[in-house]
């Protein structure tokens, strides 16, 4: 846990993280500073499914392990005007 937050671990941040913390954070993270990372992470997850499945991937499997779709989404609806 402490490498995924790269903070100190606490019972807050364990109970944060039991509420299902992590994976709003990451998608503000992917928001907001980690926007240039955010291609690059969906490739290095793509790659490793297209030379499992010999250049062709099981889509629900591909599909939920993509966050540009939906930080699209989110920029799109101008969600980030909430966020500052």
């Not at 499992?52 to 540009?68: R, T, Y």
Request: with cysteine.
């Amino acid at each position: 846990m402490s490498r995924c937050y790269e903070v100190e671990v606490t019972l807050d941040l364990v109970e944060r993280d039991d509420n299902g913390c992590y994976p709003q954070l990451r998608m503000h993270y992917y928001l907001t500073l980690g926007r240039e990372f955010l291609t690059n992470r969906d490739a290095k997850r793509a790659k490793p499914q297209l030379e499992a499945g010999e250049n062709s991937i099981c889509q629900p499997d591909f599909n939920k392990g993509q966050l540009l779709p939906a930080v699209l989404l989110l920029e799109n609806l101008n969600l980030l005007q909430f966020l500052r």
